[in-house]
């Protein structure tokens, strides 16, 4: 009762400190939940299951936390993996395209989901046979079709390409493998 007492006159004084009648309604708020603490404290002792109910919230509370990292690591292997795969796929592509006789200055990947898309820049004019040669190898090897390959020229040593993928995200987001 002393402790119920204590707490209603620092409460009522405390109100009285607010500057600014708006944030009443918080403090409430706040002073209430303290008091159902303070009012189911003694309960919890009575029945002896104080200790247990913070040990059973201290264990969920570890194992969320586990399963939380466990689900930030599986995530992020999936993108360095992504990664590799967009970096292991433009170096055969720069191989394909040496074999076809284009000279690539570089290359971008790009991975969404089972769709794999791809941007070249060329440094010369490619003729129809070496295109349909790379196409045929490009198809063959990972499924990347017309729709998801874009061939751009070199302009005067300057890269032509507006650093957007096949796929429409930008360069900027580190989803391109290839272009820096």
Known sequence: MKNLAVFYILFTAFLH???????????????????????????????????EIMESFHGNYRAESE??????????QIIC??????WEIRRKIMEAAENAGINLRDA??????ERVSAVLCVQEEVTAQQERGLMDALWKE???????????????????????????????????????
Not at 67 to 76: F, G, R, T, Y
């Open 17 to 51: 400190l607010i500057p600014d009648k708006k944030y009443e309604k918080y403090v409430r708020l706040f002073m209430g939940l303290m008091l159902i603490c303070m009012m189911s404290t003694p309960l919890v002792s009575l029945l002896g299951k104080g200790t």
């Open 67 to 76: 399963n939380l990292v466990q689900k930030e690591l599986e995530e992020l």
């Open 81 to 86: 993996m992504k990664q590799g795969y967009e």
């Open 108 to 113: 971008a990947v790009h991975i969404e989901g």
């Open 142 to 180: 990972w499924g990347i079709g017309e729709g998801e390959l874009e061939m751009e020229f070199t302009v005067y040593g300057e890269n032509a390409v507006d650093r957007t993928s096949a796929a429409g995200t930008s360069a900027g987001s580190g989803s391109h493998a290839g272009f820096s």
